[in-house]
């Protein structure tokens, strides 16, 4: 029994037919994937600036933040004392031996140690992510004028 050339072109058309009816079916799931896929973009987009001040704040605010952050303050106002008086000890060797470079060099090195831990320490103070977290205790900022004088 044998089908006839009719008969094989009717089952091609049938099957070509829904080969496309297939193919644009996948075509459109295709578009509708990507459509959704952008909308969502877009919509990450648009609630970036909300999302990322939230999320700042989250951080801001947790436990652990706090306590590095009063930490820092605490570290660096600390070392600035401490570079004070290493300053001190520094003038007085450079002024018993002016001509020293040694100690010339080590005052100069140490008054810029100082310079940077009162930048360090203002920064830290003017920071989103600390400023509200230094101790009572502690300056709100630092002078560099005392760094170059060697004063407390």
């Known amino acids: 029994m044998s089908m006839s050339d009719q008969e094989w072109r009717d089952i091609k058309k049938d099957v070509n037919r829904g080969g496309l009816f297939g193919l644009g079916w ?13 909308l969502g973009w877009g919509f990450t987009v648009l609630t970036s600036g909300i999302k990322g001040q939230g999320d700042a704040t989250i951080q801001k ?8 952050q009063d930490a820092r303050f605490q570290q ?14 520094a003038q007085a060797a450079a002024k018993a031996s002016p001509k020293d470079k040694t ?18 320490y203002n920064a830290l103070a003017q920071s989103f992510i600390a400023e509200d977290f ?18 407390n």
């Not at 459109?28 to 952008?38: D, F, K």
């Not at 605010?61 to 590095?68: A, E, K, L, P």
């Not at 660096?76 to 000890?89: F, R, T």
């Not at 230094?134 to 004028?145: F, V």
């Open 61 to 68: 605010n947790s436990g652990t933040n706090r306590i590095v």
């Open 26 to 38: 996948v075509a459109t799931i295709i578009v509708i994937t990507m459509l959704i896929g952008m």
């Open 103 to 120: 100690a010339q060099t080590n005052l100069v090195g140490t008054q810029q140690y100082c310079v940077d831990l009162v930048n360090q």
């Open 134 to 151: 230094r101790g009572t205790n502690l300056p709100s900022t630092l002078d560099q004028t005392a760094c170059i004088e060697g004063n």
């Open 76 to 89: 660096l106002n600390e070392s600035y004392k401490g570079s004070l008086a290493k300053i001190k000890i």
